[in-house]
Nanobody
Framework: QVQLVESGGGLVQPGGSLRLSCAAS????????MGWYRQAPGKERELVAT???????NYVDSVKGRFTISRDNAKNSVYLQMNSLKPEDTAVYYC??????????????WGQGTLVTVSS
């Protein structure tokens, strides 16, 4: 009923930049916290960044100063600007959102994932 669609992944050289986008669609009453996670092969999925409906932001230490999360409530979207990319940033990036589909009814929804490869 509710879907998150991600875009913006691809191949980039070390030191380069990418901007990931994620748009929610479907039956949406409101969106609470939105975030980005990433997972490399053989690794646990890890939190990258979150942003609440009130604008409070948290980042994993490894991306602080390089990544910026933002959201556009009118577009039901969340973004991740990634600068100064390193090979260790290579992973599948997943969008995540806590969505209220109607009063008293909430879902946690995941995007399909978009691959980011940082390599020369």
């Amino acid at each position: 009923q509710v879907q998150l669609v991600e875009s913006g992944g691809g191949l980039v050289q070390p030191g380069g930049s990418l901007r990931l986008s994620c748009a929610a669609s479907g039956s949406i009453f409101s969106i609470n916290t939105m975030g980005w996670y990433r997972q490399a092969p053989g690794k646990e999925r890890e939190l990258v960044a979150t942003i609440t409906s009130g604008g409070s932001i948290n980042y994993v230490d490894s991306v602080k100063g390089r990544f910026t999360i933002s959201r556009d409530n009118a577009k039901n979207s969340v973004y991740l600007q990634m600068n100064s990319l390193k090979p260790e940033d290579t992973a599948v990036y997943y969008c995540n959102a806590g969505i209220e589909i109607r009063r008293y009814s909430n879902l946690v929804v995941w995007g399909q994932g978009t691959l980011v490869t940082v390599s020369s």
